[in-house]
């Protein structure tokens, strides 16, 4: 998908392991047969030993067996036993309210988890939680309910911790919603962790991830805009969104034909359509999209049109990576922009056979 760099670089990258590889090469070690990520804590192999490949596939291809403490052939939130554990016990149970004297009492060290979620998610594991419960704040408040209702639902037991912990979240009180706004909040699950869909009656206007640090900042931004009238609710176009994102992670539909709305310049407006010009199993530089859009002395401010994409994946700044074929920032959390490429090898794969 990308051309490799310089086996030193690379190297250089697996003694230090740089997590910016992620997802884009991965080294096949002669002397034991095994390829790993770059980020693999085993005992780093001499130089003489290392063949560095830009997949799975072609790690597997070259007979190479996959390491069984990085796991390379999977996401690399999964490779983490405790990460998918816990994972796990928050699906099982979303309402739990959990301390750290529960994970000790799972056998886990809170700080190696707390580290490891920061790592993976931007987040700790507790921050997390919280998010899953205040789902069941969010879908009581959408029934018009009132707030009460919607904070014993979360598993809060103070009104104010709640008013709190929801601000955090959204950027706004409970009580800053509107009973009938013009834009409408919902709640999408996805298999990369659940979003906040906002839309009208026409377009998304907003898609992200629930633990994005932006979020709050974004939804704040669209309630001046429409001077308070955002509400809850499953509009058309966010029905679409789920819908589509249900069959693009299922292999069956690389597009999305959801109706967008921008928030942005001129400009943006021209990257992100850019974006959506890029098929599936593709990857741009930077620098490539600013000369696609005609401005190829502005790659800084293509950067900053990506990095104010807030619109995840229906509009695809996951598909930018550096030049080097490093996978850069993503909003979403690294781990997540490597699962989207892996995700969309197969469209790639697909266009290859049918071609």
């Not at 709640?187 to 932006?214: Q, S």
């Not at 490093?326 to 056979?353: D, F, H, M, N, P």
């Amino acid at each position: 998908m990308f051309d490799l760099p310089h086996p030193d670089t690379l190297y250089a990258a697996l003694l230090s392991r740089d997590s910016a590889y992620e997802g884009r090469a991965y080294v096949g070690v002669t002397s034991t047969g095994i390829f790993c990520r770059l980020t693999c804590p085993a005992r780093k192999p001499k130089r003489e030993n290392c063949r560095f490949y830009p997949s799975v596939a072609a790690c597997l291809d070259a007979g190479f067996r996959p390491c069984k403490r990085c796991h390379p052939m999977t996401p690399e939130a999964e490779g983490d036993p405790s990460v998918t554990r816990l994972l796990a016990a928050l699906q099982a149970d979303p309402a739990r309210r959990w301390r750290e004297e529960d994970l000790a009492a799972m056998g886990l060290d809170p700080s190696t988890v707390r580290r490891a979620f920061k790592r993976q998610f931007g987040c700790t594991f507790l921050d997390m939680a919280r998010r899953f419960r205040m789902r069941a704040g969010l879908e009581t408040l959408a029934r018009g309910a009132p707030v009460i209702e919607a904070q014993l639902d979360a598993g809060f037991e103070s009104p104010s911790a709640f008013r709190a912990a929801f601000a955090r979240l959204t950027g706004l009180t409970p009580g800053a919603f509107a009973a009938r706004g013009l834009l409408q909040a919902d709640w999408i699950d996805t298999v990369l962790g659940p979003m906040i869909a906002v839309a009208d009656d026409n377009h998304v206007h907003l898609l992200e991830f629930a633990e994005r640090k932006a979020l709050p900042t974004e939804l704040k931004r669209l309630h001046a805009m429409t001077r308070g009238q955002i509400g809850f609710g499953r509009p058309g176009p966010t029905e679409m969104a789920a819908e589509q994102l249900t069959s693009f992670f299922a292999g069956t539909c690389p597009t999305f034909s959801v109706p967008l709305a921008y928030h942005g310049s001129a400009f943006a407006g021209a990257v992100w359509d850019a974006l959506q010009s890029i098929p599936a199993g593709e990857t741009r530089s930077y620098s490539e999209v600013a000369a696609g859009i005609g401005r190829p002395d502005a790659v800084r401010a293509v950067a900053r049109a990506n990095g104010a994409n807030q619109i995840a994946i229906l509009i695809p700044c996951h598909r930018v990576i550096g030049a080097d074929g490093s996978l850069t920032g993503y909003g979403g959390g690294l781990w997540r922009k490597q699962k989207l490429i892996e995700v969309e090898r197969q469209y790639r794969t697909e266009r290859a056979q049918t071609a």
